[in-house]
């Protein structure tokens, strides 16, 4: 589970800003409604949903982004780039400094319990460390790289398992007694423009793969402008727990009562179109989104089974579908996925597309203990206003990004702001909209300067 995201010198964010998943001490157990996740051996919490909120252009993508541009070095920095490779550092490029300095990522975190309880029979309270791990890096190298294990004992430092240092292309490598392993094999393989940590589960270090694992089981999803037909049949097809999905999709009260795959062949006119979209898409390659069917001489397809009020149920296709229904049912499947886990999964603009009860549903699924046993989280971005009065979200679920003057991002939990009476359990909406937390666009000033200018037009 997530505990702690920490970000400097990404894009619009210049400042180091930390993002906490973490329950707050301000919400009592008495007042906080929801689910919370206790990490053995911790006085802390883990949060089940983090949203932000924020105006456009605020830095809200910002933020996930950083979050999977981290795991996206994790993952292929050795694997993918190859020895010349630049590394993809986008700069706060807004004054003269930022753009000299290393980026900083970094998370605090223990890991799955879906991993855990399958690899072992220790219960989770015995096991569940809490690990730091984070990097700098510029585009031509990585600077620094370290890994602590949280030590519970008061009084005593995090226990360092390596720290990695890279000056004038030569790597120097501190290690603890604690990472067994062929650890020095390792460091004369990883290059200035990878992560020791990407190199070493390349070649199957027994301890740091755990760590990797954790950073590979997070699913991202960006901003869902078109989602082909066949690709959710194909997730559809293989998920793993079909009668969990038409449950969900039944107890959403959306009109089905069943959801059916079938596979069409294609004609040889179709077969080219499918390529093409196929080739176009591709290049797109935003987060993990597939655009068509592997397979392009056949696609599949979707059929819906609708209650009707003569009692004879009736079929329809997916393009008869209304956008909200194909966008829950999109975002459905990652999150069983990620439910069935235990991982986190990160969401770059909730669908405002989703009618707010819709919306509400999809967020218990991860609120609920029965639905969400392995402590799977949910990080997302949105403009919907009405979860913030919902009952859904707790307060300490809740950031607002806005920008200083400067146009450097920042990043405050609702918890900081200082709530009157009537608004600690409802009227954060129409606060929010008065600008009282900020991350609001000033519309009212855009509406009255361009009138004016209308005006004068005239």
Request: aromatic share 8%; with cysteine.
């Amino acid at each position: 589970m997530l505990l702690r995201f920490r970000v400097e010198n990404h894009r619009s964010i210049r400042d180091a800003q930390e993002l906490l998943l973490t329950a707050s001490e301000r919400i009592t157990p008495e007042d906080r409604r929801g689910t919370v996740f206790p990490v053995p051996g911790t006085q802390e919490a883990a949060l089940p949903t983090v949203a932000f909120y924020g105006s456009n252009a605020s830095g809200k993508s910002n933020f996930l982004e950083a979050l999977g541009l981290m795991r996206a070095l994790i993952v292929s920095s050795h694997a993918e780039m190859r020895p010349v490779s630049p590394i993809p550092q986008q700069s706060f490029l807004l004054d003269y400094d930022s753009p000299t300095k290393p980026t900083l990522l970094e998370c605090t975190f223990t890991l799955s319990r879906a991993e855990q309880l399958s690899s072992n029979e220790q219960t989770v309270e015995e096991i569940q460390p809490v690990y730091t791990y984070g990097f700098k890096y510029t585009g031509k190298e990585i600077c620094e790289e370290w890994l602590y294990q949280e030590v519970v004992e008061e009084e005593q430092d995090n226990q360092l398992l390596f720290r990695r240092t890279t000056l004038e292309q030569e790597i120097a490598l501190d290690l603890s007694g604690q990472l067994s392993g062929e650890n020095e094999s390792i460091r004369r393989l990883t290059r200035p423009n990878s992560l020791f940590l990407s190199v070493a589960a390349q070649n199957n270090h027994p301890q740091l793969l755990e760590i990797y694992k954790y950073f590979f089981g997070m699913i991202f999803i960006k901003q869902l402008e078109y989602v082909a037909e066949s690709s959710i049949a194909d997730r559809v097809d293989e998920c793993r727990d079909k009668e969990k999905l038409k449950d969900i999709l039944k107890q959403a009260d959306i009109g089905i009562t069943d959801i059916a795959v079938r596979e069409i062949e294609l004609s040889e006119d179709q077969v080219e179109i499918v390529r093409k979209m196929s080739k176009i898409l591709s290049k797109r390659g935003k987060f993990e989104n597939e655009a068509v069917s592997p397979s392009p001489m056949h696609m599949k397809k979707l059929d819906f089974k609708h209650s009707t009020a003569d009692g004879e149920p009736r079929t329809l296709g997916y393009d008869l579908e209304s956008r909200g229904t194909q966008v829950f049912l999109t975002l459905l499947l990652p999150a069983l996925e990620a439910l069935s886990k235990g991982s986190l999964l990160v969401i770059d603009e909730l669908d405002t597309s989703l009618h707010p009860d819709l919306s509400r549903a999809f967020l218990s699924l991860f609120h609920r203990k029965a639905s969400n046993p392995h402590g799977a989280q949910l990080l997302f971005s949105t403009h919907d206003v009405t979860l913030l009065d919902s009952n859904v979200l707790e307060q300490d679920e809740i950031w607002f990004t806005d920008k200083d003057p400067d146009g450097a991002s920042r990043l405050t939990p609702l918890t900081d702001f200082k709530l009157p009476d009537q608004l600690r359990h409802g009227d954060i909406e129409q606060a929010y909209r008065l600008g009282r937390f900020g991350g609001v666009p000033n519309s009212r000033e855009f509406l009255a300067d361009l009138n004016a200018g209308q005006g004068e037009e005239k």
